[in-house]
């Protein structure tokens, strides 16, 4: 072959080549030139960012939308809001998974001759709804709480339509807690939580940390509150066990249903022991007679821990005492409630640490009696077509009742993102947008209003809840044609006097609180009933779950693939049971037992869970159905199912408990406590922690050069005391980096894959718990660099363990040789997710193919960020130029992150404070994540 | 001592007589082999390709996850089986190297069937750290070869030391084997005619026995015996500090090199009875294999059987006086957490089964040693399984802990190793003569 010819095949061979890449199966799209910048559009490869609000519960934080090539990426808490101060819980960092989920319904569905739902078009379905609403008969629009322009709308919908509007439905009405404030006050509102006023807290019921109120605010002032200083402590009653229990610093467990007893116990002691005027005594009067011993005996709280409890409360200047949740949704709720309102009023807590001021709206939410009264009128027949606005009151009920009477509408429409028992029961079925998709706002408390604006187009042929609602109106010929853009734009100039550019830049407007007076206290008149003696036995608590608040969530693969903080249960669900309950049941964990109560059963794996009492069991709303009644009295959702009886049936189900066990074993998995070493190792050690400090790194231990870190050393430093364990850096990070859902069956094999985990650790007796978040520890010396033959994980001049992911070979030595068991490894290739989570990827972050081991990288994606900006600005990156996704999201503060060696940074101020500690520190890894051991003295 | 003299006509002499019939029984054993033969070297041969090749295509396909290893155990017993193997591979560098600069007669009868075993077994042992790897596909990037983005394999790493020991005892044992076959290959070339005698023609590399070439080779033997005997213990030191160099508890400790390197030795001789047992009875190779030297065996088995003994027992006292929480966690878990039927089954195979042997009368009982050394193997692949598995699955931090089981396609490809390995065995055991045909012969006078 001489030259010419060797170039003629070379010729044939690349046009050839050429040729068959020419693939035109694929679908053809648009390379858009990028001659002249686009002005206000789309810049590839930039993020923007957007000021919305979160809607995954009636808290309604501001949020801030990360969008990159016109599509949301991440929402991370909105700087300053006035709610919610930057942070974001779990539930909405999944807010995202929401919009990305498979389940969303794709376009309207209407059923069809055989009765099964089937797609149809907005065209088919609008007149269908337009003319029932106008037909004879009586209609009625239910929903859920809504706020804002959107409840302006409904009831302009409602006027002009005929259509009764319902009162909301929400699980967690808080009737309980209006209904005590409205008999008291007049003012049947849900008091907001001022906790970083309080110098005692006393929590009964109310898990402030995971459900109740808004939790995010709830942190982010208790971390306020610690960073003030001076002596503060925390008392919470509970029937459960629930993670707040945990948090405070000091956890009583009552019997169920006593409560009320407690609390009749501390009014009665403060009223010996405070000066209160006739009226407040004239309500305490009415309260039946509590000595300590009666109420300690009723209770089986030590008599010791309720004196303390109440000399403490008696003594403190400004404290802040709440019920809720669990506590008030029994028979003697209300009791409960009224005692608590009671309380509040005699400590002068209102307009303090008690806020009826700044309250989250729940006017319009009803109870459970409203529930039943539509139940009662769709049995009678009265019901012509009945409108369930984004509510599943079928999913969360699990009342047989409610869904037979269901049947009985002449016609059910159904609204809602993705399908649920509810929409499953609809006629007409039509899809809803995701906030992030919609135009509108949101009113997470008076005199603030978040807007909501859209990050993408619709993902598919969905309409916002306002457009839903505007659409059927303008097909019924109610108003002339418009848009919710429109509506919701004129409203926020029209009522709050706001420029919409200036809402839509800064999120939320803030017109601020009404004068904080406090409410006057009315005659008294209420009946007290809850001295008859409580039920014993054997009872099912239903507790709300911080994942899935009250089932809504329980659908998002994220959120099922995040541990529970105080079970560590991922995919499945499970039946709580106390140790001793456990014991002389002859369970133990993954046995199956059987729950019967009624004519309500159901089978459930068994998870040992520390602290909960003899005799309580408990499971977490959302997965586990259980027809748990309501209360008469206030209208609350119950919680409780006596006369329950438990039967193991002798079966084991393996279960997605991803802890090994959650005991110190002897070890010392907390930061600050020391191994329970023994003999001449176990002095040694003794002796070092007292003589306490870090021993300084002996210099010439190693035979290879130290590492030096010229301008930077990434490090984190993480508060023990503020730290929740309410999982919200799990969520972040896992949508910030990635990282991959490896599903249920792979949870069950030990092969979750999140890069930061919160490992729950409880004393012997089950009466502490730690939540200790871990994730790579970015060690000095880390054992996984010098293990890797192929240097796919290295050290770099800035202090991270870096992971070269295209270089590693899978050998996994790094992962066993990892003490802190860190490193998380692709078993399969799971970076691939069905449509439209696929779309649910960070652009910046790159996703990994099979065989290549990950972790936790602080974020680097995040200082490259930061160091192209300060690059451009000729200089060097500083303190507050970037954080970490589980720092940003962090409600209670706990997380800092920055650079060691700048001595301005907050990381160094934590890392050298006092109680700084690292993790297994005696290995001698010299990690780069400090922890502030618990107990700064705060919690007195 | 030339094959002249073996070959000559006469065989008047009883000396000379005796010698040929070695050269004949040997010979023997290599005839053409029956077709239950080839049955069995083709059941070997499924096994090999479905349950490890086919098991392995689905496990690269797919992704290592079809095997057991999670959160927090990383490695299975795809590790369990690489150390298993090498320690197989160990007795017969022992065999061959260590007892001939010994002068230990003992060796002639097995050396040739402990080299090929060497061989085999290594090969077994070099395909697991590719099967366990994540991408198996790179995995000639643990080599160190120069390329344009200046990548290098750091040599900190003990499985890069891996790496180079597996590589060089790989090379070493076959040039042993091949150096120890060359005067055989001369013998068989004169028993066939044919394709078969061009084969073993080339591969005599044109030996003729004279005097210099006798000289020459036996210095080259000598030569190659001295520079093997160290592999003995370096090879299974270097496979043992893949534990001992890291921050495991149950891992880090300093007795491992002697520890692993005795129970190679050990798990060696076990594997060398299991198969020359059989052989002997299949191929009639009862003159050339006596029980005495099967007997030698069984003590040198013995006397490895109470060095791991000393070291399990040991390893609990060192673990109980370090104080340390975290070793001494692991040594009592062992014994009775969830690997505790492992553990005690080690601990019976391994130190309880081998103690009859010093009854002399068990010593010289085939049918007894072919059982205690299929007991020593089980026992010992336990070992490797409890020292790795235990110690991964209960480390630092509770929270991590978790327990691994080892799934099918881990399981099928364990079998199919086995597969390879008796296949290439009996396929060695028909091609090759099994027993050093001309060493044999020196045994008589």
Known sequence: MDRREFLRWVGVASGASVLAGCDVSRKSEKIIPYLVPPEDGLVPGEATYLATSCTECPANCGISARVRDARPVKVEGLAAHPVSDGALCIRGQASLNRLYSVNRIRQPLMKDASGALAPATWEQALPRIAGAIKGNGEHAFLSGRTSGSFSALVGEFSTRSGVRRLPEFELFSYAAVREANRALFDQPVVPALRPDEADIIVTVGADVLETYGNPVAFSRALARRRDRGGAFAWYHVEPHASMTGFKASHRMVARPGTEAHVLAFLLHYLAGHRSLDSRTMAHVNRVPAMSAERASELSGISRESLDHMAEALARASNPLLVAGGVSVAGDSGLDTAHLAALIQSACGMHGRTVDFARVTDYSRVGSMADIDRLSQRLEAGRVGTLILFQVDPVGRLSDERFEKALGRAALLVGVGDAMNPTLERCDVVLPLSHALESWGDAEPAAGVLNAVQPAMQPLFDTLSEGDVLLRIMIEAGLVPATTYQQYVTDRWTREYGVAVDEMLNKGYVDRGARDGTRPALRDADHRFTFDAAPATGTVLVVAPSLRWYDGRGESLELLREIPDPLSAVTWDAWVSVGPATAGALGVRDEDEVELRAGGWSARLPVRTQPGLAQDVYMVQRGVVAVPAGWSRASGEAGVLVGELSVRPTGRRVRTTIVSGSTAAEGRAPVPGEHPAHFGALGRIEKEHAEGHGHEPAREDVSFYPEPSYPKYRWAMAIDMDKCTGCSACIAACTIENNVALTGRDEHLKGREMQWIRIEPYYAADGSQADFVPTMCQHCDYAPCEPVCPVYATYHNDEGLNAQVYNRCVGTRYCANNCSYKQRRFNWFDFSKRPHPMDLMVNPDVSVRGKGVMEKCTFCVQRIRKARDVAKDEKRDIREGDLTTACAQSCPGNAIVFGNLLDENSEVYKWAHDSRSTRLLEELGTSPGVFYLKKGNGHDA | ?445
């Open chain 2, 1 to 445: 001592m030339t094959h002249k003299t073996a070959a000559g006509s006469g065989a008047t002499h009883p000396a000379s007589e005796a010698r040929l019939q070695i050269e004949r029984d040997v010979i023997s054993a290599m005839q053409k082999p029956g077709l239950g033969y080839w049955a069995l070297v083709g059941f070997f041969a499924v096994v090999f390709g479905v349950c490890l090749l086919g098991a392995w295509a689905w496990q690269i396909y797919k992704g290592i996850g079809v095997g057991g290893q999670q959160n927090p155990v990383g490695w299975g017993v795809y590790i369990v089986n690489f150390v298993f193997w090498v320690g197989i591979a160990h007795s017969g560098t022992l065999i061959s190297a260590v007892l001939f600069l010994f002068r230990s007669k003992f060796r002639a009868s097995f050396n040739r069937a402990a080299e090929a075993m060497t061989v085999i077994a290594v090969m077994c042992a070099g395909m697991y750290p590719l099967i366990h790897l994540g991408r198996a596909w790179y995995f000639f990037w643990l080599l160190p070869y120069p390329n344009q983005r200046l990548l290098w394999t750091n040599f900190k790493s003990p499985l890069e030391w891996d790496v180079f020991a597996v590589s060089t005892y790989l090379t070493i044992s076959v040039v042993f084997f091949y150096v120890g076959l060359i005067p055989d290959f001369a013998i068989v070339k004169r028993y066939t005619k044919g394709f078969s005698r061009h084969v073993y023609s080339a591969l005599s590399l044109g030996w003729l026995g004279t005097k210099t070439q006798w000289r020459n080779y036996n210095m080259l033997y000598a030569l190659l015996a001295g520079f093997a005997a160290p592999l003995v213990l370096s090879v299974h030191s270097v496979v043992s500090w893949d534990f001992a160099m890291g921050l495991v508890p149950g891992w880090h400790t300093t007795i491992f090199a002697p520890y692993f390197v005795a129970g190679a030795i050990f798990s060696g001789c076990a594997m060398v009875m299991t198969l020359c047992i059989p052989m002997r009875k299949i191929q009639k190779l009862d003159r050339v294999m006596p029980i005495d030297h099967f007997e030698k065996l069984a003590k040198t088995m013995l006397f490895t059987s109470m060095i791991v003994g000393y070291a399990y027992i040991i390893e609990f006292i060192l673990s109980y006086y370090s104080g340390n929480v975290y070793e001494f966690g692991i040594f009592a878990d062992r014994a009775t957490g969830h690997y505790k039927y492992q553990y005690w089954g080690m601990v019976f195979c391994n130190m309880i089964v081998p103690l009859p042997l010093f009854i002399k009368k068990l010593r010289r009982s085939l049918p007894y040693l072919f059982v205690t050394s299929i007991f020593v193997n089980i026992g010992m692949w336990l070992e490797r399984f409890v020292i790795i598995i235990t110690s991964l699955s209960k480390e630092f931090v509770p929270y991590a802990w978790g327990a691994y089981k080892p799934s099918m396609i881990e399981i099928s490809i364990t079998i199919g190793t086995f597969g390879f390995f008796f296949m290439m065995f009996l396929l060695f055991a028909k091609f090759l003569p099994v027993v050093a045909i001309t060493e044999k012969k020196e045994e008589v006078h």
